[in-house]
Every structure is written in C-alpha cells, then in structure tokens.
C-alpha cells in the first residue's frame, strides 16, 4: 500500500512517515501544494493524506484537482482548523474523512486502514459502458477496442456520465461538477464540450451512448439503436 503525506510542517511529516513505515506502508512525503498535487496525479497511491493549510497550493486545491482529474484514492484531510464550515467545504469537494490537529498516531491508523478498506470496495478501476471502456487509474477511453484521446476536461465530463449512468444531468450540473463554476443558463460551454465528447465516443459507433433530454440535459445509458 503506498500513500502519500502532503504536510509542509516537517516534524509532522517525519513522525508521520515513520509511523506509517514502521506499520508497513510505503510513503512519499511532499511539503507544498504544488509538488503534492504533482505527485498525486501521476503517482499511483492509494490513499492521500493531505494538509489544508499548505504553501503553493492549499488542501482544497489539491483535492478538487484530484476530483476534477478522476483521481477517486480516499483523502484524507489534516486540519487546525476546527470549524464546521471548513469540514463542509472539504467533504463537498470529495474528502473522505478529517482529523483536526494535534490527533493521536493510533487514530490516523485506524481512519487510514478504514479508509483504504472502504476505498476497495468503492469503484471498480474500469468503469463500462455497453462497448464503452474507462481506465479510472491509467485515465484511458476506449469503445471497441479503439483508444480514444480525450482532453481533461472531456475525460472529467465522461467520468461524470460514467459514475452516474442513466441518471439525467443538467446543464448546471455537469457545470460545477467539471468546471467547478456555475455557468449563466445562457453559456453554451457545456453544450459544446458534450458535443466534442459525443462526436468521439458516438459518432462511429452504436449503440448511441450520450442522449440530449431537450430542456433538462444529458444522459449516458445504451439504448437500442433503433431508439
Ligand atoms: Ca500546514
């Protein structure tokens, strides 16, 4: 099991690593924002624990590019702070559990090794649509056999619809969820990035994957061709 520590304080990283090394996990340690966040999204760990307040780039940062990439590893948060609008913030944006400093060694062990235990069970590496493969981890599409190149944003947009097959996603869903902004009900930029994607995945291939609900959005689900 290999995790990754992003602490900038030093005492607390060493005393964190070597704890977690001594219990037989295989840990890199970074101490900004911005090397954290590099590590995590081309390492391969399966489990995050993360500082909020970091140089470069903070906790939240970090998390929500994580999110935005398809990185799905649990994440741990390590906090000061401790108020309930800060928990909020990092559970919305895909935390899965929090521990507000100074904590107990045996408690960080026992929320990492019940964190790692849920995260097995949590998503499938390869999500599957009729034809349609997504590599979760090697962040890879392909229908048929055939790769297919996404841009980030249009393998987020397709993580999206993966996760939530057959489920009817708004405009200004799949707005914040992907561009973590709210367009105005006007901005096509949903629309046109659905369009790229759907001309990849769908335009040489049947069954049609992503259908347009005239007025609500979009949904992922296989139909019969003739529908
Ligand atoms: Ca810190």
């Known amino acids: ?128 649509i009729a034809d349609l493969e997504v590599d979760v981890f090697k962040r890879r599409a392909s229908r048929g056999g055939d790769r297919i190149d996404l841009t980030a944003k249009e393998f987020a947009l397709l993580m999206l619809f993966m996760r939530r097959q057959g489920e009817v996603l708004s405009r200004s869903q799949i707005a914040s969820q992907v561009w973590d902004i709210n367009f105005d009900s006007d901005s096509n930029v949903v629309d046109v990035a659905v369009r790229r994607l759907r001309s990849k995945i769908d335009d040489n291939y049947a069954p049609k994957l992503i259908h347009t609900l005239r007025g609500m959005g979009y949904v992922l689900e296989a139909r019969d061709s003739n529908a």
């Open 1 to 128: 099991m290999r995790l990754l520590i992003v602490e900038d304080e030093r005492k607390m990283a060493d005393y964190l690593r070597q704890g977690l090394t001594e219990n037989g996990f295989v840990v890199d340690v970074a101490r900004d924002g911005i090397d954290g966040q590099h590590l995590a999204l081309t390492g391969e760990y399966d489990l995050i624990i993360l500082d909020v307040m970091l140089p470069g780039l903070d906790g939240w940062q970090v998390m929500q590019a994580l999110r935005q990439a398809g990185k799905v590893m649990p994440v741990l948060f390590l906090t000061a702070r401790d108020k309930v609008e800060d928990r909020v913030k990092g559970l919305e944006l895909g935390a899965d559990d929090y521990l507000i400093k100074p904590f107990a060694f045996s408690e960080l062990l026992a929320r990492v090794r019940s964190l790692l235990r849920r995260g097995k069970n949590r998503e499938p590496e390869m999500l599957r």
